[in-house]
């Protein structure tokens, strides 16, 4: 008997409930990800909220980077939405889950779970990106498990395991041939089905005797059987997926390719690196897919695609305050002293141990070599001096180990901070050079673009240096290239200004090589120079280019040296903001774009996504076009 209206609306109503419940519940596990989460409960709210009308699989993707929370969303999903026995996640490495056929495809995984045929159930395709299936040059690649999860993702049916069954059919021709040269006992004893076997006739064959009663069938039993399902009718065979919830996560690095900057993911901001990451979409999914699955195939993942960002700034240094507090509590219960931990801690622990391209697992192991390690070597310290239960020991940081406090006394506690020692650049010849360096890219962009750098900073801890990070554009014309070009010399320009050209470093070889780059790109590829054609070395006859890049190597060169002098005549012309921007940087290292203009002065406000005034001269060409026809017309 179907249910009333009023029923029907009590059980949306309870249901819609029960979502919201659980989207509040999971952002106060989860940090930083709010707006997924709200975006994931809204991709799944027609499936557990209307489950009578699915028809076909509800596929939601995750893509983002290592430990960002994929997994642990779809997890604690699951055990919130009451589905954690009916709960399936496969890493499709193809490695992961055993050999044989139950864990080599998607068919044998589902045969083993709790999930029933018909019903609702939740399954998770992880580390998806490994599952590729071209290669680089879009070759083919062999892919024996999990075949069968494109014909699950188009529509949820999945064709019976015929090779299986003809397994178990060559075992009853076996047996059969055995028996004939055995007693009547001993050939029954020769013939058994094991308990998978049995339970994919069960599956396969769509039967209602209990597994038991299938495993002691005879062979002709079980022939009969076999021959019964091939005499029915395809349009029995498949089994019946269509009312799953899957989730295909995984992590895509070509999308986030164009967002690296020059330094190791340790010196990059979080929220600068946030910032670029939530600018990704559904384009930049479908172009990385693209690079590794054919194009059907990227068809059946469907449009649901969640983006993940990088975790933001106070993301993680609210999952630093979570660590702190779990581990001095653990520590308290178990020896009874009460641990203050000072706000330098927590800094130390965010300089140490945040990467923001590889999410939360170095910060979570990172937490554990600090705090773990470093309350116990406290607490003993303290008891060893007559601490005893319930008294408060502080704990500090100051950028070489943890310092322990009880009663006025102190000790260092030796800790893994060796991110903040490489940081430190103690010699001040060397944080001169890197602070001129630095600072004349950051003005130049300043001038010519109209924003200040996203980053300028000299206390980087992966290489010897310092960098400038700029937001990306998305039209380049040909000024905008000039200026950028022009901001790459900036750095050696500052170099022989201030320091003279015996002075000048090696510092400059990137730059110049990026310049190049940008320089030649311009005159062989972009049809900027004097020429429209392209030009390039090729050794494939079938590319049809000019070949003639000797021609082009001159007026490049001349190029260069125009862009270089322009950014010395914008240095000199602006030497109070360049020495401001020095010892902005001498002084704390490194230059926020908040505090770029007031140490300059320099107005650099335009707006990240401003473009060339194309718009305005379409409007004058326009109106210059009507002046001239009333020209014609008087």
């Known amino acids: 008997m179907s249910e009333s209206p009023q029923d029907l609306r009590e059980q949306l109503a309870q249901r819609n409930q029960q979502l919201q419940t659980i989207a509040a519940q999971l952002k106060t596990e989860l940090f930083g990800i709010d707006a997924i989460i709200d975006r994931v409960i809204d991709s799944v709210r027609a499936w557990y909220v209307l489950p009578g009308l699915v028809s076909r699989p509800v596929i939601v993707c995750l893509w983002g980077l290592t430990g960002t929370g994929k997994t642990q969303l779809v997890r604690r999903l699951a055990q919130l939405l009451g589905f954690y026995d009916r709960f399936v996640e496969v890493q499709m490495d193809g490695f992961s889950n ?9 068919s044998g995984m589902l045969a083993q779970s709790g999930v029933r045929e018909g019903e609702p159930g939740i399954l998770v395709l992880d580390e998806f990106q490994r599952f590729r299936t071209i290669n680089e040059k879009r070759g083919e690649l062999k892919v024996e498990r999990y075949q069968d999860v494109w014909a699950l993702l188009s529509d949820g049916r999945l064709p019976p395991a015929l090779s299986l069954l003809g397994d178990i059919e060559s075992s009853i021709a076996e047996a059969a041939f ?51 399902f091939r005499d029915s009718g395809q349009q029995q ?61 990227v068809a059946r993942l469907g449009n649901e695609h969640v983006i993940y960002p990088s975790l933001s700034r106070r993301a993680y240094e609210q999952l630093i305050e979570q660590g702190c507090i779990r581990y001095a509590g653990e520590t308290e219960v178990r020896c009874g002293l009460h641990f203050e931990l000072d706000a330098s801690v927590r800094e130390q622990i965010y300089a140490n141990a945040v990467f923001p391209a590889q999410g939360t697992r170095p910060l979570f192991s990172s937490l554990h070599a600090i705090l773990g ?26 950028g070489r180990s943890l310092v322990a406090h009880w009663r006025g ?34 003005l130049v962009h300043a001038l010519l673009f109209g924003r200040a750098p996203t980053e300028i900073k000299i206390h980087v801890a992966s290489f010897e240096g310092g960098y400038n990070a700029y937001t990306s554009r998305k039209v380049w014309s040909r000024q905008n290239l000039l200026d950028s070009i022009c901001t790459s010399l900036a750095g050696r320009a500052a170099e022989l200004l201030v320091f003279g050209p015996a002075m000048s470093s090696s510092g400059a070889e990137s730059d110049l090589r990026k310049a190049t780059e940008t320089a030649a790109r311009m005159w062989r590829h972009l049809g900027q120079g004097e020429r429209i054609a392209r030009s390039d070395v090729s050794r494939d006859s079938e590319d049809n280019i000019c070949t003639d890049v000797e ?70 060409f326009r109106a210059q076009g009507m002046e001239e026809a009333e020209r014609l017309r008087a």
């Not at 495993?215 to 002709?220: F, G, L, N, Q």
């Not at 946030?274 to 930049?284: A, E, M, N, P």
């Not at 390690?373 to 100051?398: C, M, Y």
């Not at 020692?421 to 630095?438: G, I, Y």
């Open 178 to 228: 055995d028996a004939e040269r055995a007693d009547a006992d001993e050939a029954k004893r020769r013939f058994k089905l094991r308990a998978w076997e049995a339970q994919e006739l069960q599956r396969n064959l769509k039967l209602d005797a209990p597994l038991l009663e299938i495993m002691a069938w005879t062979p002709e039993q079980v022939q009969l059987r076999l021959r019964a």
């Open 373 to 398: 390690a470093g309350l116990a070597k406290a607490a003993l310290w303290a008891l060893e001096r007559g601490a005893t239960a319930g008294d408060s020991v502080g704990l500090t940081a100051d």
């Open 409 to 442: 006394q102190s000790q260092p506690i030796a800790a893994p901070f060796e991110i903040s020692r490489l940081r430190q650049r103690s010699n001040p010849d060397f944080r001169a050079l890197l602070a001129v360096h630095e600072a004349g890219h950051g």
């Open 237 to 297: 065979w498949d089994t019946d997926y269509s009312r799953l919830l899957v989730f295909v996560c995984g992590n895509l690095d070509e999308m986030y390719e164009d967002l690296a900057t020059s330094v190791d993911d340790c010196d990059s901001d979080a929220d600068t690196f946030h910032k670029l990451t939530g600018k990704l979409s559904v384009i930049d999914v479908k172009q990385a897919l693209n690079k590794r699955f054919k194009p059907e195939q």
């Open 98 to 106: 055993g050999a044989g056929w139950m864990g080599s495809s998607i």
């Open 551 to 620: 021609a082009s190597n001159a007026p490049i060169e001349a190029l260069l040296r125009a862009e270089h002098a322009r950014a010395t005549r914008l240095l000199q012309t602006h030497r109070r903001a360049l020495l401001a921007l020095v010892d902005e940087l001498m002084a704390h290292g490194q230059v926020t774009p908040a505090r770029f203009a007031p140490v300059t002065g320099l107005a650099v406000g335009r707006p990240e996504d401003a473009l060339d005034p194309y718009a305005q001269r379409l409007a004058d």
